[in-house]
């Protein structure tokens, strides 16, 4: 470290009026002169908010990663960022990812930052945290806030959203009272923490620790457990000794690391947002990866773990029963076990004695809850550039089905028609949702998992073909096909389906077909005029005029790409 200046000294060393600036501002803080002695400056980029739930306990983790800053030589200075609420934020999370990223990137790189620690939990707030520090590559690495305790309500373990899906279907064909739906609430949010199913939010922290950005363990232990803090300060500890071995972002989120990541994705059943999160890090890192690579890596993984949406459990569980080093063991040759991971070891060696404490929980390969269990990625004359569905989250018989077609064509024009008695509508048909990709909502919302007709709730029936440019909750399921690219919005095939043509879904042959000639869809197509334009100015505009298209990640297409660490001029 000595031969090598760190960034931090272009602010704070020397005797000139600059460097007098620098630190006297900060010694209003009251921090001692010896901490600007050229010591490892790390930064704390934390989306603590109240209006964030998922991470509303986060300053308590960053004081713990401070004490393990201090106490391997460094100086740890905490900064806040836009914090991303998935709850409450309207109209949707996604469409400030990329903002969020940017608030990332600038305020790393105009401080007096050496490395970082981020920290993130509710869904978007991971991925917008690693694609703004990938952008700038210094070392980095993440800490997860982690989930909440299992839900329960009376006698039953309840999930995060699965069962908020649930309970609502069930009142809505009668099965549940109000008064049942309303207790319900405060038995599914019982501790600090993000969502407890294999959600967006568990299945971005299981991908932090399965790209090796994260500290082993990272993805389970829950927001509540003393361990979280434990593994807070030895992250604390270890990013010192990272700035001086720089062991940047880009050394740790390498191709085998990505490919690990697509293929843990898969044993654990994990959410399909993970595809265009992953793909817009892997953009900002310069790491080539596409669609197909879910497909091609994941298709085959087995599902080894039994949370909800698919499966029993929750993440409490899972924590108990080993985690995620217990299902990257199982995983053997499918992993790269020479990938590289913060703590300066390899994922092979970090994981090669992870014990499993139960395989009700995480099975073996050789007995998986399901062979093939990755995320299948479908083209056709519906989906030119891609569309995506998780399989193992859907009835099987729907995985081959071939019906009618019901358009909506907005989300607020399918909630005012789905219940209306005069919809003619079945469990054969196939809904199709059009305007919800990422410039048409804007912001690409997770409605895809569209609620079914009451009228076909009510025979008992609990899932049908639905199809759209949106995404879906990973706390939800069904025979859901999402991300269709092109988006409807930009003149995708999706805003040329009509009511009544016909639609064929055959997953094992990854096709998505609309039965219509292509004669009758020229002459639709002439006739279509892109929807009107509601944002013209701030972000919304700057998100609609770059945003680019899901089987890309969605991310701006300026953002891609990295401009580094490098120290901007002085002004003053
Ligand atoms: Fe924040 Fe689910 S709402 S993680």
Sequence with gaps: MAKRKLRSTHWFAGEGKDAFNHRSWMKNQGLPHHLFDGRPVIGICNSWSELTPCNAHFRKIAEHVKRGVYEAGGFPLEFPTMSLGETLMRPTTMLFRNLMSMDVEESIRANPLDAVVLLAG???????????????????????????????????????????????????????????????????????????????????????????????????????????????????????????????????LTRKAFENAIRVNAAIGGSTNAVPHLLAIAGRVGVPLKLEDFDELGARVPLLVDLMPSGRFLMEDFFYAGGLPAVIRELGDLIHKDALVVNGRTMGENTADAPCWNREVIRTLAKPLKKNAGIAVLRGNLAPDGCVIKPSAATPRLLKHKGRA???????????????????????????????????????????????????????????????????????????????????????????????????????????????????????????????????????????????????????????????????????
């Design 122 to 252: 509710c869904d978007k707030t991971t991925p917008a945290q690693l694609m703004g520090a990938a952008s700038v590559d210094l070392p980095t690495l993440m800490i997860s806030g982690g989930p909440m305790l299992n839900g329960r309500f009376r006698d039953e373990t309840i999930g995060s959203g699965t069962h908020v899906w649930k309970f609502s279907e069930m009142v809505r064909a009668g099965e549940m009272s109000m008064a049942d739906f309303t207790a319900a609430e405060s038995c599914m949010s019982r501790s600090a923490g993000h969502c407890m199913t294999m959600g967006t939010a568990s299945t971005m922290a299981s991908m932090v620790e399965a790209l090796g950005i994260g500290m082993p363990g990272n993805a389970a232990i829950p927001a509540v457990d003393s361990r979280r803090y434990v593994l807070a300060h030895m992250a604390g500890r270890r990013i010192v000794e990272m700035v001086k071995e720089d062991l940047r972002m880009s050394k740790i």
């Design 406 to 572: 019901v358009v909506f064509s907005s989300i607020e024009d399918f909630k005012a028609r789905i219940d209306d008695p005069k919809l003619d509508i079945d469990e054969n048909c196939v809904m199709v949702l059009q305007g919800c990709g990422p410039k048409g909502y804007p912001g690409f919302p997770e409605v895809g998992n569209l609620p079914l007709p009451t009228k076909v709730l009510k025979k008992g029936i609990t899932d049908m073909v639905r199809i759209s440019d949106a995404r879906m909750s990973g706390t939800a399921y069904g025979a859901v096909v999402l991300h269709v690219a092109p988006e409807s919005a930009a003149g995708g095939p999706l805003a040329l389906v009509r009511d009544g043509d016909m639609i064929e879904l055959d997953v094992a042959r990854r096709k998505l077909a609309l039965l219509v000639s292509a004669d009758e869809l020229a002459r639709r197509r002439a006739a279509w005029k892109p929807p009107k334009q509601e944002y013209d100015r701030g972000w919304a505009r700057l998100y609609v005029d770059h945003v680019q298209q899901a089987d890309k990640g969605c991310d701006l297409d300026f953002l891609v790409g990295k401009s580094g660490s490098y120290v901007p001029r002085e002004s003053h």
